[in-house]
Each structure stands twice: as structure tokens, then as C-alpha cells.
């Protein structure tokens, strides 16, 4: 440490722990050099003038100022003496109101006839796993007999060209005309509030039909596939009746319409259009095909040019669209040589999760066309990629195909398919041809018929969907022909198709908005069809995962356990620190990944993925991880040692994990009272239970359905419904909490009725294990401060599915019977929590049995501090070396009150109240954090949303020439005008929706090329923990001019420090403030190439159907005549070679 007298050339700092102390006098020789500069220079111009001597003296007077500024001496003894008071009138208060002593006594005296039981992992494990797969396994039979109805109905029905059949269609029905009839294709169909359904409005009785308005609602073709699908009416609803837990049934056909049930009113977008089409959702896609490898080959010829290419890339992305987790792909552009659109992807093929999928949308949109065409060694490509891929057992090792997207094919290829594809053909060739011009039909035609693929012409927008939906009817072949009803479960995804789904995003736990879909596909059984594999659609059902979860008892797993489901891919299904929702303004918004978040970037500690391997590869067993953690918004880190327990779900591609704190985490104590004894406390009025957790299942009988949880134990425990099926171990322990908290009760209303309780005291409150809660409202709801508290709007204080209360996670990881403060800031509503844990003990173990805690106003605690933080005007100051009498109310003095993590609980500017110290005086945090009283905690968040650095590589072109932005216009009208006239075709006038779905298309391709401000990324930020080994601490910060002394000191029995800074010494230019922004983490090309491209452990679906020697595929595609008129053509000819030679 230096000598006194050279603090200006350093710090120098008291540091005081339990073992060690030590003490630094702040002395100066400065004071010194000032006196004698004016002395001496004072002394030899006495001879001159007074006009001279006055600047002198006023300069020394300056200087003797800026000395004293340095000179502060904040005395650390008299900070010691503040923070002892404050603690001991802090714990008192906090104490007496909350009770917390009485609940620890109370607990003392029932530790004889309780019991302490160590959690056994691996039986819950497998306890759980066997519920999951039970529930699962109902679902699953539910569809089969809806596979099964489909199938007959179709083998005995013929086909009627001439059909007339009027059906509920979902978007017409209680709709009237001007007249008052209903329109047709509605008609009267009642609809009920259902609690079952997330209070919506359906009809339990029948199911309805929705189809999408590109699909003509009275074509032959529809109105036969609906009247088969008539017999699945009674299907749902028996399947409803025998588990009643079941949600959404559906049928979703090749044809394009969706009889959902129960019915339900179907609401078109904003413009009028039934965008949704069920054959483009991932439970129907997965089902009708096996897992497969694509390359998609575009022509990016100069002839590809306007329109077409703009058709082109609508394909691409409507192909993208079809491929799921299970599937691999690649994307490449060809003229007279092959480009890969990402060269990182070079001779490969990338998962086509919706990370991949997105990435390759924004390359295509930005390829331009140029040079000529040549197809044959894109070809050749294409086919290497797949051997290759085929050869070292990469991708999906199933079903391979070539896309092929042109507006033309001249040249030879069939001694590429002789060297690669010939005679086994293993690798399938869809063609897809681009524009009006027929001239090289029957050359892509060939390619398709010769290759096992199919032939479409698009020619609009408009046809793009339809026309590639063919491809998967096609692959379903070799399935259809075996009869292989392979059953599928779908990623975890939300159905934001349905209405209110985005009022759920507030008020339910963010991962468990969640569903997956269990999904068959339904073939035709006609022998005389047999051969063409006829896909006649799919069935399904929704699961929410918050069920599944349900049955891992968040009681059972402890304050900081948790369940998790994960699919065979190693993407999280269901885990409590998933975040599918980011927020874009004042809108909650799904991530556009949300569904492709990997094990390894929520539970990354496990850096060598020796968890995340185990549960993909459907492995049994247990693994032990040291993990940072994170609580209240991932502010507050915690050092946690973690036990993971994980096992398969049979029968699905699921994993299931479930993880246990060491120490308290796997401690459970049991308690037991009769039930008469338990029921009299169950009833107070101040006692609740978790109304999210399922003490007993009222989803099982309808009747049960209009009971809270409370109300069904209740009822259960009385007699008076013995058919609820209730959790026999959580109702005992919930009725022994209910009895030894009882006393609570009784002492705060004593203290209500016989003491004037001190404003600012609101509400005590109480938690256990079991998701028993006490609240006792101290104040009344027009005088309190924190009105939200503990309402049902206030999810992390309560216990949810997703998680215990904050309050209560906070105080399980402090000392028991040691208060844990912390401010909340609600919306500009800030107050002061304090809790604390409550024990029992038994055997020589000790179980937490619960938390107890205040909450106050922040007038309250500041009342307390301020009449604390002042030396009173007499003060004898004789023994005190230092400022004295001092007071924290000077100007002079910055006093704070700093909970652990390094937030601020009090401070004379309320608006500091909830931020982070280093925000607020950046100078004394780096102090403390170099001291070591303060601890910095790396942390790590792969599910951020950044916002996006990416500009258009050809932002600017509009620069190269005047003449650009006019020619764009011309064109962008001209192609417009021309579009018009292409779609106006017969099949135009006879169906008017033909026009909304063209422009629709239009619409939804332009959307495309918006970039969203936010995008996923990874991100780094710190956090901070307090060393409570050293206890108090002191410096003098050297900051240019002037020098800052602090003294910080521990708040005894407390999480808190006392901070008492100098305040007219600014060190903001020498210290910025130390923030807890999270950075984004930078990835250079090659560490983002390989990112992109690596291939987790995964598992492969059991089952492929790639190949059947009964297959027909001379069924491969055709084109109707196409006529175009010849002026049409001349002109958009001339125009384009015109705008071309501008640009």
C-alpha cells in the first residue's frame, strides 16, 4: 500500500474480512505544498503593488479550495454504526410483520411426526415418462380411429360427378344475406363459450369445414372428399367422450379443405382471404411423406428475367416451406456455371430447420438473372451432392429428389442420369417450368417421367402452391402402396390460426404456449387404385404441452427444478427457460426460430453436449452439471449444482428430462393430519393454492370443469365428489401446511386489530412446497403501493406450472431465517420485497419447508434509513477522525443501499431505485469489483434478438443512373399490367376467388423481402454477486482534478451493503458507467459457416418409405394448352429488351 502523502499517484483502500483487517489513515502532503506556494510567493510581493498581490491571494484561496475538495474523510465507523442500526430496526419490522419467527416455531414443533425423504431421481424419472407415454398413447389411438373411419368411407363410396352437397363452411356459417337468410354454405350453427378450448366459442356436437380461398368450395372433387369425411363427425365426438382431455380433431385433405372439431367460426385475415391451407402445416407434410434430402436447382438465365423469376423464387420459398427438421436440403443456382446461393454450403446438405429455411429465403431474394443457361453440369452437381450424401450416411438416408425450376430444358441429359440415377433411379426429378412459353414442355416433362418425378407448368403466381403440393403426393407412393400408416409427432409450434391464441401470450408461462400434433396419414383402399398410391389425407390432433408438463408435479422437483421434453433432433419441445416470444414495440411476437432452439443453447453449460447426446440417442440414465443460473429476468445469477435425469417416451421421437437441485432440491419432508383437522384450515379465507398445478384433474368430466383447484380438493377430501382423480401425496402435504401456517393467520389479525401497523406496510405473505399460500393485506387497495402484488396478473410471484415464486426461489438460496431484500420496479410502480427461507429438521437433515417475506413501500424503508443516516448537530466529534457531524442528506454525500447482485434498493434519487449500481456511479462499482467485493458472472443468452446489421447488396444500384428509378417504376407497372392479363383466363371468370388468392400470393412474396428490425443472435452479459466474506471496505479514487473517497459497509443479517460515496468529485470522464447490456456475440465467416452447417447427434425417424415396385410412375405430370396472345407477347418482348438496355 503507498505511503501517506502520495494518494494522488494511486488508489489506496481499507479492505476488512472476517480474517483479515487493516486500516489507512487518508492523509496529504498537498495541503503542504499550497500553504507554502502562498506563503512564499506572498511573502516577496509584499514590495509590489496591491493589484498585483489581490490575484495572488485569490489564486491561493483557489487553490487552498480545491485541496479541501480532495481532503474529504468520510469516517468509516460512523458508516459502521448506521448500517448496524438500520439492521437491527430492519430486522425487527421485518420480522414482527411477516411472522416469519412464529412459522419457524411453529415448524420446530411438528419436527417429531414428520418424516424427510431424499427424492429418488431415477424412480421419478420413470414415473413420469410412463404417465407422458399413457397420455400420449390415448392420443394417438384417438387418431387411428379417425385413419381408420376415413379409409372405410372412402372404399365404400363411388364417385358422383354431379354431386350437390351443402356443408357447414366454417367462414359462412350464422351469416346472413341483406335480406336476413343465411347465405349459402351456412346456415345456423350454434356456437357455446367452452372452457375446454381456451374459452372460445365451438360446437361440440358437430365438426365444420374450412377451405382455403384459392380452393374452388363446390368443385366435384371437394364436395365427394367432403361427404366421405361426414363420418368423422361421430368419431370426434366418441373420441371426445372416451378422453375428454383431448383438444382440436382434424382432418385436413389432399383436395385442400380442413374439417376441424368442435366447429368453430373461422375469421379470414384483414383483406378478406383464408390464407391457411392445412396441406402446408408440418403435421400434415410429415405425415404424408418419409424424411428426405432435396436440391433445389433454379435457372437464373437472363431469359429467367421479371416476372418469371419472381414466379421462380416464389417456388423456391413455397418448397422451403414443405421441408421440416427431419429433411435436408440445398439450394442451387446455375447459367453457364453452378453457384451454390450459399457458397458455405458447398457439396453438402444442411438440415432444413426454420433457421436454415429462413437463411436460404433471404439469399434467393437477393439472386439476380444473367448469362445462359446450362443445366447439364448443375445436374451432375445436384446428383454428387446426394451420392455423397447417401455414401457417408448423412442427411435424412430416405427419400432424395432434384427440384428442377426453368423456364426451359434444350439441352441432353440423359447420360447424366445413365451415370447417376439409371436404372435404379433412387433419386426422384420434379421439374418445374416457368411462364407461358411451352416450347420446352415436353423436354421437362421428360426429365420428370424418366426420373420417378413429376411435371408441373406454373405460369402465375397463383399456381405455385397447388403445383408444388404435387411433389409430396408423389413421394407418398411407396407409403400409400404398403398401407403404412406411420404416426407422427410434430416439433413443438403455436397455432396462431386460432383466435385468442395471442391473448394467451400474456397471460400463460411463454414455453408452455406450446403444442405438438400427433398426425396419420389416411390412404385410399381401393384395389383398383392401388398402383397410383392415392394420399387421400391426414389426420390429427393438438396436444398443449402444458399438459404434458402437468405431469411432472412441480412439487416434487423443488424451487429450481424443472422438466423438459426434447425431439429426436435435440430441439426443445417443452423447458421453462425457453422464450419463443420476443417483444417488437409494445406487440408480443413469436421469435422466428422459436421452434428450432437446440438443448445445448438453453442448458449451455453442458459444453460437451454429453447430455443433450444421451437424451437425442433415447439413452436412460444421470448426469451432474455445475451451472450458472439466472432469476428475475435473468438479472440475478445463481451457482447451482444440477441433477439431470433423463429417459425416452416410447412410441414417440420424444425425450424426457428432469432436473433436481443438490441439497434442498432433493430434500422433501412429509407431513401428516387427519383430514377434518386439514379441511377447517384448507377454508380460511386467506389461504390459496396454485390455481395452475393439478391437485385434482377436473378436465376428465365435464362437470367438473366450473371447480377451481381449490374448490375440487375441497370437495374431493369432503366426499362429495369421489370420482376426481386427485393427487393423493400433494392433498396430504397441502392440508399439513395448511394446519402448521394456520397460526399466521390468527397473528396478523392480532397485529391488524391491537397494533397501529406503520404505513408503508402492505402485505405479509407466505409460501410452501406444496403451492400453499397465506397473503395477509395489511393495507387497503386504495392506499397501497404495490396494487399488483400478488394478483392473479403477477405470474412471478405465484406458483405457475412454469415456476415457484421469485420471491420464494430468492430466499431458498439465502441463509434461513436471514431476510433477502430487493426493489421492484412494475412499470414505474417500485416497492421492497424482503423474504426469508423457513426449515425443518429431522434425522440430521434439514428441509426447506417454505419462504415467508414483507412487502413495503419504498416511503416506508426510506423513512426508517434517512432518520438513521444523520449525525445529529450535537454530536461529539473529538474521537471521530473525519467529517462529522455526518449526515447522508448533505449534498456533499451520495448514499445508496445496494442489494447483493449490485441493485440499488434505496437511494435519494428514486429514479435510481431497481438499477444496476454500475449504471449510476460507474467509478465505485470498478472499485468494488477490483476490491473482490463484487464478483463478475459471465452469462450467456442464445435466444436473444438483435437488431439487424444487414443491408441489401444492391442498396446502391439506384446511384449507377438517373434513369433507374423511372425504369424501375415503368417496369414494376408495366409487369403488373402484364400479370393482370396472364391470370385473366377462363378459369378466371368462372371463379371469382381465383383474383383475391393471385393477389394474395403477390402480397405475401413482396412481405418476404421486408426485413424484420430484430433477428436471432447470441448474445454475452454479465452479472455480479456480492463476496459476503468482506464485510466493509474503503478508498479514495483518484479522478482527474479531484479525488473521491467511499466507504462501503455490510448491512448485518441482510443481503444489503451501505454505500456513502463523496458527491461533488464527478469521475464520470476516468469511469464510464459499467452496464448490463448484453453484447452481441460476433462470429467471423468460417466459425458462422461451420455453425451453420454442422450436424448435431440426432436420431433419424424409425421409418422410410422411399421405394415400392408396384408404383405407377408414368403418372407424372401434364400441361393444359396455354394460348397467349401474340401483341402481348411482342410487347412485353420489346419493353423488357428496352428497360433492360437502361439498367
Same mark, same amino acid.
Given at each position: 500500500m503507498p505511503a501517506a502523502g502520495r494518494v494522488h499517484l494511486d488508489m489506496t483502500e481499507s479492505v476488512q474480512g472476517p480474517n483479515r483487517t487493516t486500516k489507512t489513515t487518508k492523509t496529504t502532503e498537498t495541503t503542504t505544498i499550497f500553504f507554502f506556494f502562498f506563503f512564499f510567493f506572498g511573502s516577496r510581493m509584499e514590495g509590489r503593488t496591491p493589484g498585483t498581490r489581490k490575484p495572488l491571494r485569490i489564486l491561493g484561496f483557489f487553490c487552498l479550495w480545491i485541496t479541501a475538495q480532495a481532503q474529504m474523510k468520510i469516517p468509516p465507523e460512523t458508516v459502521q454504526q448506521w448500517a448496524m442500526e438500520f439492521s437491527v430496526q430492519l430486522r425487527d419490522f421485518t420480522t414482527k410483520y411477516s411472522g416469519s419467527l412464529l412459522l419457524q416455531k411453529k415448524l420446530k414443533d411438528v419436527e417429531s411426526i414428520i418424516k424427510i425423504v431424499e427424492l429418488d431421481g431415477n424412480d421419478l424419472v420413470k414415473d413420469y415418462s410412463d404417465e407422458i407415454e399413457r397420455m400420449l398413447g390415448s392420443k394417438m389411438k384417438s387418431v387411428k380411429r379417425l385413419a381408420e373411419s376415413a379409409e372405410d368411407a372412402d372404399l365404400y363410396h363411388d364417385f358422383n360427378a354431379t354431386m350437390k352437397f351443402d356443408y357447414y363452411n366454417s367462414m359462412l356459417i350464422n351469416t346472413a344475406d341483406e335480406d336476413g337468410n343465411s347465405v349459402e354454405l351456412g346456415g345456423e350453427f350454434p356456437l357455446e363459450e367452452n372452457e375446454h378450448f381456451n374459452n372460445l366459442l365451438v360446437n361440440t356436437l358437430m365438426s365444420n369445414i374450412q377451405i382455403p380461398t384459392n380452393v374452388y368450395n363446390k368443385d366435384p372433387n371437394i364436395l365427394n372428399a367432403i361427404y366421405n369425411s361426414e363420418a368423422l363427425n361421430d368419431v370426434f365426438i366418441r373420441n371426445f367422450q372416451k378422453d375428454p382431455t383431448l383438444t382440436w380433431q382434424f382432418?385436413?385433405?389432399?383436395?385442400?379443405?380442413?374439417?376441424?372439431?368442435?366447429?368453430?367460426?373461422?375469421?379470414?385475415?384483414?383483406?378478406?382471404?383464408?390464407?391457411?391451407?392445412?396441406?402446408?402445416?408440418?403435421?400434415?407434410?410429415?405425415?404424408?411423406?418419409?424424411?428426405?434430402?432435396?436440391?433445389?436447382?433454379?435457372?437464373?438465365?437472363?431469359?429467367?428475367?421479371?416476372?418469371?423469376? $419472381?414466379?421462380?423464387?416464389?417456388?423456391?420459398?413455397?418448397?422451403?416451406?414443405? !421441408?421440416?427438421?427431419?429433411?435436408?436440403?440445398?439450394?442451387?443456382?446455375?447459367?453457364?456455371?453452378?453457384?451454390?446461393?450459399?457458397?458455405?454450403?458447398?457439396?453438402?446438405?444442411?438440415?432444413? /430447420?426454420?433457421?436454415?429455411?429462413?437463411?436460404?429465403?433471404?439469399?434467393?431474394?437477393?439472386?439476380?438473372?444473367k448469362g445462359e443457361a446450362k443445366i447439364k453440369n448443375a445436374m451432375k452437381e445436384s446428383f454428387k451432392i446426394l451420392n455423397e450424401a447417401r455414401a457417408s450416411g448423412q442427411g435424412s438416408m430416405c427419400n432424395q429428389a432434384i427440384m428442377l425450376i426453368t423456364d426451359g430444358a434444350m439441352e441432353d441429359f440423359e447420360s447424366v442420369f445413365e451415370e447417376f440415377n439409371w436404372p435404379e433411379r433412387r433419386v426422384r426429378v420434379f421439374t418445374y417450368l416457368i411462364g407461358r412459353e411451352m416450347t420446352f414442355a415436353q423436354n421437362t416433362k421428360w426429365i420428370a417421367c424418366?426420373?420417378?418425378?413429376?411435371?408441373?407448368?406454373?405460369?402465375?403466381?397463383?399456381?405455385?402452391?397447388?403445383?408444388?403440393?404435387?411433389?409430396?403426393?408423389?413421394?407418398?407412393?411407396?407409403?400409400?402402396?404398403?398401407h403404412d400408416h406411420d404416426i407422427i409427432w410434430t416439433e413443438a409450434y403455436m397455432d396462431t390460426v386460432l383466435p385468442s391464441t395471442k391473448e394467451l401470450f400474456t397471460t400463460k408461462a411463454q414455453s408452455l404456449l406450446l403444442m405438438t400434433s400427433v398426425a396419420m396419414p389416411v390412404f385410399s383402399k381401393k384395389k383398383e387404385t392401388l398402383s397410383h398410391g392415392i394420399l387421400l389425407g391426414v389426420v390429427g390432433t393438438d396436444i398443449p404441452l402444458m399438459e404434458v408438463m402437468k405431469l411432472a408435479p412441480r412439487y416434487m422437483l423443488g424451487a429450481h427444478g424443472y422438466a423438459f421434453l426434447i425431439t429426436n433432433n435435440g430441439y426443445i419441445l417443452a423447458h421453462p427457460d425457453l422464450r419463443p416470444l420476443y417483444k417488437d414495440g409494445k406487440k408480443l411476437k413469436p421469435k422466428p426460430n422459436y421452434n428450432s432452439v437446440d438443448l445445448s443453447e438453453v442448458e449451455w453449460e453442458d459444453t460437451e453436449e454429453k447430455l443433450r447426446t444421451a437424451m437425442v440417442r433415447?439413452?436412460?440414465?444421470?448426469?451432474?452439471? @455445475?451451472?450458472?443460473?439466472?432469476?428475475?429476468?435473468?438479472?440475478?445469477? !445463481?451457482?447451482?449444482?444440477?441433477?439431470?435425469?433423463?429417459?425416452?417416451?416410447?412410441?414417440?421421437?420424444?425425450?424426457?428430462?428432469?432436473? !433436481?437441485?443438490?441439497?434442498?432440491?432433493?430434500?422433501?419432508?412429509?407431513?401428516?393430519v387427519s383430514v377434518e383437522e386439514g379441511l377447517h384450515d384448507l377454508t380460511s379465507p386467506d389461504l390459496s393454492i396454485a390455481t395452475e398445478w393439478t391437485y385434482c384433474e377436473t378436465d376428465i368430466d365435464p362437470s367438473h370443469r366450473k371447480y377451481s383447484q381449490l374448490q375440487a380438493a375441497i370437495r374431493y377430501l369432503l366426499g362429495k365428489e369421489p370420482d376426481l382423480e386427485c393427487d393423493e401425496v400433494l392433498l396430504q402435504q397441502t392440508l399439513f401446511d395448511a394446519v402448521v401456517t394456520a397460526p399466521l393467520e390468527a397473528y396478523?389479525?392480532?397485529?391488524?386489530?391491537?397494533?397501529?401497523?406503520?404505513?408503508?406496510?402492505?402485505?405479509?405473505?407466505?409460501?410452501?412446497?406444496?403451492?400453499?399460500?397465506?397473503?395477509?393485506?395489511?393495507?387497503?387497495?386504495e392506499t397501497r403501493v404495490a396494487k399488483?402484488? !400478488?394478483?392473479?396478473?403477477?405470474?412471478?410471484?405465484?406458483? $405457475?406450472?412454469?415456476?415457484?415464486?421469485?420471491?420464494?426461489?430468492?430466499?431458498?438460496?439465502?441463509?434461513?431465517?436471514?431476510?433477502?431484500?430487493?426493489?421492484?420496479?412494475?412499470?414505474?410502480?417500485?416497492?421492497?420485497?424482503?423474504?426469508?427461507?423457513?426449515?425443518?429438521?429431522?434425522?440430521?437433515?434439514?428441509?426447506?419447508?417454505?419462504?415467508?417475506?414483507?412487502?413495503?413501500?419504498?416511503?416506508?424503508?426510506?423513512?426508517?434509513?434517512?432518520?438513521?443516516?444523520?449525525?445529529? @448537530?450535537?454530536?461529539?466529534?473529538?474521537?471521530?477522525?473525519?467529517?462529522?457531524?455526518?449526515?447522508?442528506?448533505?449534498?456533499? #454525500?451520495n448514499c445508496f443501499l445496494v442489494d447483493n447482485n449490485g441493485f440499488i434498493v434505496l437511494s435519494k434519487e428514486r429514479n435510481d431505485v431497481g438499477r444496476f449500481f454500475g449504471?449510476?456511479?460507474?467509478?465505485?462499482?470498478?472499485?468494488?469489483?477490483?476490491?473482490?467485493?463484487?464478483?463478475?458472472?459471465?452469462?450467456?443468452?442464445?435466444?436473444?434478438?438483435?437488431?439487424?446489421?444487414?443491408?441489401?447488396?444492391?442498396?446502391?444500384?439506384?446511384? #449507377?443512373?438517373?434513369?433507374?428509378?423511372?425504369?424501375?417504376?415503368?417496369?414494376? #407497372?408495366?409487369?403488373? %399490367?402484364?400479370?393482370?392479363?396472364?391470370?385473366?383466363?377462363?378459369?378466371?371468370?368462372?371463379?371469382?376467388?381465383?383474383?383475391?388468392?393471385?393477389?394474395?400470393?403477390?402480397?405475401?412474396?413482396?412481405?418476404?423481402?421486408?426485413? /424484420?428490425?430484430?433477428?436471432?443472435?447470441?448474445? %454475452?452479459?454479465?452479472?455480479?454477486?456480492?463476496?459476503?466474506?468482506?464485510?466493509?471496505?474503503? @478508498?479514495?479514487?483518484?479522478?482527474?482534478?479531484?479525488?473521491?473517497?467511499?466507504?462501503?459497509?455490510?448491512?448485518?443479517?441482510?443481503?444489503?451493503?451501505?454505500?456513502?460515496?463523496?458527491?461533488?468529485?464527478?469521475?464520470?470522464?476516468?469511469?464510464?458507467?459499467?452496464?448490463?447490456e448484453p453484447k452481441e456475440i460476433k462470429y467471423n465467416?468460417?466459425?458462422?459457416?461451420?455453425?451453420?452447417? @454442422?450436424?448435431?447427434?440426432?436420431?433419424?425417424?424409425e421409418s422410410c418409405h422411399a421405394y415400392h415396385p408396384k408404383e405407377d410412375a408414368k403418372e407424372c405430370g401434364g400441361a393444359s394448352a396455354v394460348f397467349l396472345s401474340l401483341s402481348v407477347f411482342s410487347s412485353s418482348l420489346l419493353v423488357s429488351l428496352l428497360l433492360h438496355h437502361w439498367t
Open positions: 382432418f385436413g385433405s389432399s383436395t385442400g379443405f380442413f374439417r376441424i372439431y368442435p366447429g368453430i367460426k373461422w375469421t379470414p385475415d384483414s383483406n378478406g382471404v383464408a390464407a391457411f391451407d392445412c396441406r402446408n402445416r408440418n403435421w400434415y407434410i410429415q405425415a404424408a411423406t418419409s424424411p428426405k434430402d432435396i436440391v433445389i436447382m433454379v435457372d437464373i438465365s437472363g431469359s429467367m428475367k421479371g416476372l418469371k423469376m $419472381t414466379i421462380a423464387k416464389h417456388t423456391i420459398n413455397t418448397i422451403l416451406d414443405t !421441408l421440416g427438421e427431419n429433411d435436408f436440403v440445398n439450394v442451387i443456382a446455375y447459367t453457364d456455371y453452378v453457384r451454390y446461393v450459399e457458397p458455405c454450403f458447398k457439396g453438402t446438405l444442411v438440415q432444413a /430447420d426454420l433457421d436454415n429455411r429462413e437463411h436460404f429465403k433471404q439469399l434467393v431474394d437477393e439472386l439476380h438473372v424418366n426420373n420417378k418425378g413429376y411435371y408441373t407448368h406454373i405460369s402465375t403466381l397463383a399456381d405455385v402452391q397447388e403445383n408444388v403440393m404435387e411433389y409430396l403426393h408423389v413421394l407418398s407412393r411407396p407409403m400409400v402402396i404398403n433415447g439413452e436412460t440414465g444421470f448426469i451432474r452439471l @455445475s451451472i450458472r443460473a439466472s432469476v428475475d429476468k435473468g438479472k440475478r445469477p !445463481l451457482f447451482l449444482v444440477n441433477d439431470y435425469f433423463y429417459t425416452n417416451i416410447d412410441e414417440t421421437p420424444f425425450s424426457f428430462g428432469m432436473v !433436481l437441485t443438490r441439497g434442498h432440491g432433493r430434500l422433501m419432508f412429509i407431513g401428516n396478523w389479525n392480532a397485529l391488524m386489530l391491537n397494533d397501529r401497523v406503520e404505513p408503508g406496510v402492505e402485505t405479509a405473505f407466505l409460501g410452501t412446497r406444496a403451492g400453499l399460500m397465506r397473503i395477509m393485506r395489511y393495507a387497503g387497495v399488483r402484488f !400478488l394478483t392473479a396478473t403477477d405470474k412471478d410471484n405465484l406458483f $405457475t406450472t412454469d415456476h415457484f415464486p421469485l420471491w420464494y426461489r430468492l430466499a431458498v438460496e439465502n441463509t434461513p431465517g436471514s431476510f433477502f431484500y430487493y426493489a421492484i420496479n412494475d412499470k414505474g410502480v417500485k416497492y421492497v420485497i424482503g423474504t426469508t427461507a423457513v426449515t425443518v429438521s429431522s434425522e440430521g437433515r434439514t428441509a426447506m419447508a417454505g419462504a415467508i417475506g414483507l412487502q413495503m413501500s419504498l416511503d416506508l424503508l426510506e423513512k426508517r434509513f434517512w432518520a438513521i443516516a444523520k449525525q445529529p @448537530s450535537d454530536t461529539d466529534c473529538s474521537a471521530i477522525e473525519g467529517v462529522c457531524p455526518l449526515s447522508c442528506e448533505s449534498a456533499d #454525500l449504471e449510476v456511479d460507474g467509478s465505485v462499482m470498478a472499485s468494488l469489483i477490483k476490491m473482490g467485493m463484487f464478483k463478475k458472472v459471465s452469462l450467456f443468452d442464445y435466444q436473444a434478438m438483435c437488431k439487424n446489421s444487414h443491408h441489401h447488396a444492391s442498396s446502391a444500384r439506384q446511384l #449507377l443512373s438517373p434513369f433507374y428509378v423511372i425504369a424501375a417504376l415503368i417496369r414494376w #407497372l408495366f409487369s403488373n %399490367a402484364l400479370m393482370f392479363l396472364l391470370d385473366f383466363n377462363l378459369c378466371g371468370l368462372w371463379h371469382s376467388d381465383y383474383f383475391v388468392d393471385a393477389k394474395a400470393g403477390y402480397h405475401t412474396s413482396h412481405k418476404q423481402k421486408k426485413v /424484420d428490425a430484430l433477428q436471432p443472435c447470441d448474445t %454475452a452479459y454479465p452479472g455480479f454477486m456480492y463476496d459476503s466474506s468482506i464485510r466493509e471496505a474503503n @478508498s479514495l479514487i483518484k479522478c482527474g482534478r479531484c479525488q473521491k473517497m467511499f466507504v462501503v459497509q455490510q448491512v448485518p443479517d441482510s443481503n444489503l451493503v451501505l454505500v456513502v460515496a463523496q458527491a461533488d468529485c464527478d469521475c464520470s470522464r476516468q469511469y464510464g458507467p459499467i452496464l448490463l465467416a468460417t466459425v458462422k459457416c461451420n455453425r451453420m452447417k @454442422s450436424q448435431k447427434v440426432r436420431r433419424r425417424p
